[in-house]
């Protein structure tokens, strides 16, 4: 059989991707203030990179709770990524809960996230912002640079009192600064 010459035709919607290809074939992303619907698909990706050690868990509750912390990027109706922003005082925010669906990745949507939730801190007047991550060299080059975590006793107390690795994390504490508008 000559391959050169043999062509096949596929009717449309006979061929289909890979599952780990299919967000190639969709459609751009819009990053968006959270929703109350949109909680269980939060949780569902909190809950999925908690299991990896990746994040601290956050339970349903509490982010029903503090949904108007979150934001997240949809593409055809379907949450893919996620983050949230906490007032810690009256001059910092966490940037926290940071989380892209697998498969989704590399398409600059941590950054968009990320983007979103420092232009709410500015919004807000918040001068600074931080999280605590293993991600350091994203993080990087979104301008936070690396800082002592013993600037952040609240986060430390509040939050990381709870996580199983507290006694050896892992984690790097990162700083940015938010210029006013």
């Not at 979103?116 to 007047?125: F, K, N, S, W, Y």
């Not at 050896?168 to 600064?177: F, G, K, L, Q, S």
Request: hydrophobic share 45%; glycine share 8%; proline share 7%.
């Amino acid at each position: 059989m000559d391959w050169t010459t043999d062509v096949v035709d596929i009717p449309m919607g006979m061929l289909t991707l890979p599952e780990d290809l299919a967000p190639l074939r969709r459609g751009r992303a819009t990053i968006r203030p959270a929703r109350v619907a949109d909680v269980p698909a939060i949780a569902e990706l909190v809950a999925h990179y908690a299991r990896l050690r990746d994040l601290l868990p956050r339970p349903m509750g509490d982010i029903y709770q503090s949904v108007r912390e979150w934001v997240v990027a949809e593409i055809d109706g379907e949450i893919v990524a996620c983050g949230s922003l906490l007032v810690m005082w009256g001059d910092l925010a966490e940037v926290r809960s940071l989380a892209v669906k697998a498969g989704y990745q590399g398409r600059g949507l941590g950054q968009q996230v990320v983007n979103a939730l420092v232009d709410e801190a500015r919004r807000l007047g918040i001068p600074t912002v931080f999280c605590l991550t293993r991600a350091v060299k994203f993080f990087a080059g979104l301008g936070f640079t690396v800082t002592d975590r013993d600037r952040f006793p609240r986060k430390v107390w509040k939050d990381c009192i709870h996580c199983p690795m507290f006694s050896n994390c892992d984690e790097v504490a990162m700083i940015r600064p938010v210029p006013p508008l």
